[in-house]
């Protein structure tokens, strides 16, 4: 892998990172595709819409988040970015923490890497 696709790959985890902590609908809309996929531990996939609309209501929200990359695949249009994340919020008016391993999908749309997936398994 081209060290200017990896480059664009960490700096789309780092764009999405920032969207998140933003708390901001719109701005993580635009690191996503309109049929991204959270899948959690404890309810599985959640959809974009499902996610965008707890944020957009307070409902949920993060504090911090970041994520520390071990390995990326390349093929073609598609990648996957393995790694650490940690992050910590609010949820329903309780605070949330994960240490989770994580696996997001990206697919390239012309110059731009936006996420497909997120799955994350939970574990230090």
């Known amino acids: 892998m081209s060290a200017a696709a990896l480059e664009a790959l960490e700096a789309a985890e780092r764009a999405f990172n920032a969207a998140m902590v933003s708390n901001d609908p719109a701005r ?5 595709t309109q049929d991204w996929v959270l899948v959690t531990s404890e309810r599985g996939p959640i959809p974009a ?3 965008l609309s707890a944020i957009g209501s307070g409902v949920l929200s993060h504090d911090t988040m970041t994520k520390t ?5 390349l093929i073609g249009n ?3 970015v393995t790694g650490r994340g940690q ?3 609010m949820f329903r008016g309780e605070p949330i923490s994960a240490d989770e391993w994580i696996t997001d999908v990206y697919h390239r749309e012309g ?3 936006r ?3 997120s799955p994350a398994r939970s574990g230090a």
């Not at 993580?28 to 996503?32: L, R």
């Not at 990359?69 to 695949?73: D, E, K, Q, S």
Request: with cysteine; hydrophobic share 50%; proline share 0%.
């Open 28 to 32: 993580i809309a635009a690191c996503i």
């Open 49 to 51: 819409q499902a996610i």
């Open 69 to 73: 990359t071990h390995h990326v695949h």
């Open 78 to 80: 598609v990648a996957t």
């Open 87 to 89: 992050n910590t919020g």
């Open 111 to 113: 110059n731009r890497w």
């Open 115 to 117: 996420c497909v997936l």
